[in-house]
């Protein structure tokens, strides 16, 4: 995934103050498989040393292509295609009804949206709004 397409990501999100990225992105087909953020110029928090080849994190690219408010990222690596553990999926929860609650915008993301995120939004009770699919 390029870059610019990224930085054009973060700066579509709404210009709010107080928002966080909460990533699910962690390993393509369990604990041996590849980083799912090898697309990426950037590094993950599950990403081994030899992964990371002196890339920056998540969070400083984040910052360095964000010219507005400040965007926090919280990462809660899962595994494509893999059930979330309970307590990764009550750590997640507990950190987006935190944000939300102090007024923030948050960003939930994972490299599909179909599985991982979809069972983060189920667990909290949201529901989704097809209008603006």
């Known amino acids: 995934m390029p870059d610019n397409l990224v930085r054009k990501w ?10 966080t990225i909460v990533s699910l992105l962690g390993r393509k087909h369990g604990r041996g498989g590849m980083s799912g953020f090898s697309f990426y110029s950037f590094y993950g928090e599950f990403d081994t040393e030899s992964e ?3 890339r920056g994190s998540f969070q400083e690219f984040v910052d360095t292509s964000n010219k507005g408010s400040p965007i926090k990222v919280l ?3 899962t595994y ?5 553990p309970p307590e990764t999926l009550d750590a997640v929860t507990a950190a987006i009804l935190e944000r939300l609650s102090a007024g923030e915008t948050v960003i ?3 490299s599909g ?3 991982r995120t979809k ?3 189920k667990h909290l009770g949201f529901i989704e ?5």
Do not use: H, M, N, Y
Request: hydrophobic share 30%; proline share 9%; net charge positive.
């Open 108 to 110: 939930l993301v994972d």
């Open 129 to 133: 709004d097809s209008a603006t699919r």
């Open 10 to 19: 973060i700066k579509g999100l709404p210009d709010a103050e107080g928002r």
């Open 113 to 115: 949206g179909e599985t």
């Open 119 to 121: 069972a983060v939004c």
């Open 52 to 54: 990371r080849r002196r």
């Open 75 to 77: 990462q809660f690596p």
């Open 80 to 84: 494509d295609f893999k059930p979330i």
